[in-house]
């Protein structure tokens, strides 16, 4: 009786004890599921931060180099290193073209060597991503103005007298330019009303309409233009 008794009271135990074993194991293996899913995760968030840190380095790095390089591009232009400013501007341009400044010190580079329409396409993409900067629209009107284009130019002048009302260059030089348009106007009215003109009203509509209307450049880059 009393081995009969044992027996299932000892098959008890030992089940009870099979069971603990049981959730034990599977709670271990709860655990090291979220373990694993937890190391996952941080190394995940760790591997982001990480490109992060480098894609920013990265940034600063170019910017630095485009930094460096522009200051000798105009170290060159003002010594009048055209070839050497220019190849500068380029390398700059090819890996950065929204640099704004490399941009229009290439246009007055091509403005200097007189290669106007160039000039013209370099500042359009500038034009574009940048209107509301003076320089940019003063550069434009400078570049249209010295490829005969100076009603162009006009608009050019005005828009950055606008943004910048209490700078005098882009004040005087609007109005030279707006002088020079009434002067060609003048001669032109002049040389309709006489049959032939005389040789004084043709030397005066010739000076007007090929003699750029101020030697005045931007300021920072160009010093020796004038």
Not at 51 to 73: G, L, M, S, Y
Not at 196 to 222: C, D, E, F, K, L
């Amino acid at each position: 009786a009393t081995a009969m008794n044992s027996t299932p009271l000892s098959h008890g135990r030992l089940c009870l004890r099979s069971r603990g074993a049981v959730l034990l194991i599977l709670a271990a293996m709860a655990g090291c599921s979220s373990f694993t899913s937890l190391k996952s995760i941080n190394e995940r968030d760790v591997s982001v931060e990480r490109r992060k840190r480098n894609e920013t380095a990265v940034r600063q790095f170019e910017k630095a180099r485009d930094t460096a390089e522009f200051e000798v591009a105009q170290t060159r232009w003002h010594e009048r290193d055209t070839k050497g400013c220019r190849e500068r501007l380029d390398s700059i341009l090819a890996r950065n073209p929204q640099h704004l400044d490399a941009r229009l010190l290439l246009a007055e580079v091509l403005l200097s060597q007189h290669r106007g329409e160039e000039a013209i396409r370099c500042l359009e993409p500038a034009i574009q991503e940048h209107a509301d900067d003076a320089r940019v629209q003063y550069t434009m009107g400078l570049v249209l103005d010295a490829a005969g284009q100076t009603d162009r130019a006009m608009a050019y002048y005005r828009q950055a007298a606008a943004l910048e009302p209490d700078n005098e260059l882009y004040a005087v030089v609007q109005q030279k330019a707006l002088d020079g348009v009434h002067a060609q106007m003048a001669n032109k009215a002049v040389a309709t009303n006489v049959q032939p003109p005389p040789a004084a009203v043709r030397t005066a509509a010739h000076t007007v309409q090929t003699t750029p209307p101020s030697n005045i450049v931007p300021t920072g880059y160009v010093e020796f233009a004038t």
